[in-house]
Nanobody, 123 residues
Framework: QVHLTESGGASVQAGGSLRLSCTYSPYKDDKSCVAWFRQAPGKDREGVAKISLYLGSISYGDFVKGRFALSPDYAKNTVYLDMSNLKEEDTAMYFC????????????????WGQGTQVTVSS
């Protein structure tokens, strides 16, 4: 089992930047996949970025187009999502999710979820 805590959401103007943090509790599995999702009002939840922890393999949702960057800090048990050139359409609740016991390997994790952090981008 793993607990996930998101932070860093805020209200920003279009063109601005934010850093979101996903802190995960210690776990024993040697394989894990951690991801950021987002869900805007009235829309489906979509995958933003994911990483196979300690393997280091990172991939992004098709819409990211180089504006977001995911990075781990293993000493702090944290995965960061750095977002730049934010647009109004990036407004959403951002969630951290994880699977244990397996790498991402073409799938998005859905076993464990955090409570989310709100990002609001205004023009």
């Amino acid at each position: 089992q793993v607990h996930l805590t998101e932070s860093g959401g805020a209200s920003v103007q279009a063109g601005g930047s934010l850093r979101l943090s996903c802190t995960y509790s210690p776990y024993k599995d040697d394989k894990s996949c951690v991801a950021w999702f987002r869900q805007a009002p009235g829309k489906d939840r979509e995958g933003v970025a994911k990483i196979s922890l300690y393997l280091g393999s990172i991939s992004y949702g098709d819409f990211v187009k180089g504006r977001f960057a995911l990075s781990p800090d293993y000493a702090k048990n944290t995965v960061y999502l750095d977002m730049s050139n934010l647009k109004e359409e990036d407004t959403a609740m951002y969630f951290c999710a994880a699977d244990l016991g397996k790498w991402c390997a073409g799938q998005w994790p859905r076993s464990y979820w955090g409570q989310g952090t709100q990002v609001t981008v205004s023009s």
